[in-house]
């Protein structure tokens, strides 16, 4: 079956990146291989992941907002929040005339009570509340009128909504202030016990207060600010499921799953009631796969340098910020301009949640490599699903700026300078 098509602004459009992708999908149409994409410019390449940028969820989202736009003139148009992550594209849709009723934090900034049943109002790709599309109804708007929620988030919710019919309580790995998990929750805790964990390191903390190993009292300033009323966690996991945030590590939702499984197992052997965990690996998103996948492949290659591009407040895209500053200096960006110069960057460090400036980021490096290096510098460049191909290209040829006697694109195609990746790589 044909992927869906989606009409995407023509400035968000990218010419490098398009040529890459388009490549990428006639050599490996099923997306089997992870091995990134080399371009190779003279004294620089430039690593290029097999899978990143704008996923199906942000392509429907972005193709409803502007459909939306254009369906209603002279209409107010209102967004829940930021349709998606990315400021690009938040503020376009800011100088269209959109306006935002809640912060990123589910703080207000503009009360409902302002509304009128004569009012467009979308719901972003995160979803939301049953709590806010109650108020909405009550105001006489439909929210889902226009509705880009990511088909993936609704995914989690339908497989929440089977077990929770089934009497599983839920357990949500995601960030509990997050707009997509605030939602997941208001979601699951209609209809089953709930609790948000962040990491594996919370998983553990809640496996050691079923196992006995830590004190039920620990509950309640380790959990009960993000668990629906009630929920006992010596009774409500011994018959449950892990669901997650769709933009969470996909290797950390498995690790979750696994510490609370095996407390669940250890737990069978102290009752006489039957432990149920239920399998739901089924909830995790594709594209946050293939991109998390893709970003580790692109680790292995071992680069001099990366950047990733998108919102910084996009938890996809922090993400591959972590994969990557394992294995060399990252840089998370949110376009061209935090590049100042090879002496100078603008990027944030989401452990410390600061814009922060860094000196002779660039220059530095460059020095340390051709002290001890022979071949080009190796330059890996990411971005988060959220981030129009656009900021990627040029984030690109401003690098390329920074080089003497480069391979010009201008002067020679792009397919002459790309090559795979020729080091050894395991999926």
């Known amino acids: 079956m044909a992927r869906k098509t989606f009409d995407i602004p023509s400035m968000y459009h990218a010419s490098i990146i398009k040529t890459i992708k388009d490549a990428t999908a006639i050599t490996d149409p ?101 709590e806010i599309e109650q108020s909405l109804k009550e105001i006489g708007i439909d929210p889902y009128s226009y509705n880009t929620t990511c088909p993936f988030v609704e995914k989690v919710w339908k497989r929440g909504h ?105 737990l069978a052997t102290r009752v006489e009631d039957p432990i149920d965990f239920a399998d739901t690996n089924d909830t995790l998103c594709y594209a946050t796969n293939e991109n998390q996948s893709a970003t580790l492949a692109l680790a292995k290659a071992e680069p001099d340098l990366a950047l990733v591009v998108g919102g910084y407040n996009s938890s996809n895209t922090m993400h591959l910020v972590e994969i990557l500053e394992h294995v060399c200096p990252t840089f998370h960006v949110r376009d061209v301009s935090e590049l100042e110069s090879p002496q100078r960057i603008h990027h944030f460090n989401q452990w410390t949640k600061q814009r922060l400036t860094t000196n002779r980021w660039l220059d530095g490096i460059l020095d340390d490599h051709y002290d001890t290096h022979s071949r080009p510098l190796q330059i890996a460049l990411n971005s988060g699903a959220s981030c129009p191909d656009v900021l990627v290209d040029e984030v690109l040829l401003k690098l390329l700026e920074w080089f003497d006697e480069t391979y010009q694109l201008d002067c020679a195609p792009l397919e002459e300078v790309m090559a795979p990746y020729q080091g050894s790589i395991t999926s």
């Not at 930021?82 to 690009?88: G, S, V």
């Open 162 to 266: 089977q077990l929770g019919k089934k009497g599983y309580s839920l357990v949500i790995h995601g960030k509990h202030q997050h707009e997509e998990t605030r939602a997941t929750f208001s979601h699951s805790a209609s209809h089953s016990p709930t609790v948000v964990v962040l990491n594996p390191e919370e998983a553990q903390q809640l496996a050691d207060i079923v196992t006995g190993d830590r004190p039920i009292e620990d509950f309640e300033p380790l959990f009960r600010h993000k668990a629906t009323p009630g929920f006992d966690p010596l009774k409500d996991l011994k018959q449950f499921g892990v669901i997650n945030q769709t933009t969470m590590l996909a290797t950390e939702t498995q690790q979750v799953m696994e510490i609370l499984k095996k407390a669940s197992e250890t």
């Open 30 to 130: 099923r997306k089997k291989e992870l091995e990134p994409t080399v371009l190779h410019f003279g004294p620089v390449d430039v690593l290029i992941p097999r899978h990143f940028g704008f996923c199906y969820g942000v392509e429907n989202a972005i193709d409803i907002a502007y459909r939306t736009l254009d369906e209603n003139p002279g209409k107010r148009v209102y967004f829940l929040s930021e349709m998606i992550h990315n400021p690009t594209v938040n503020e376009d849709l800011e100088r269209r005339g959109v306006q935002f009723l809640y912060e990123t934090d589910g703080s207000v900034r503009i009360p409902m009570s302002e509304l009128t049943a004569e009012d467009i109002v979308v719901v972003p790709a995160f979803g939301t509340t049953l």
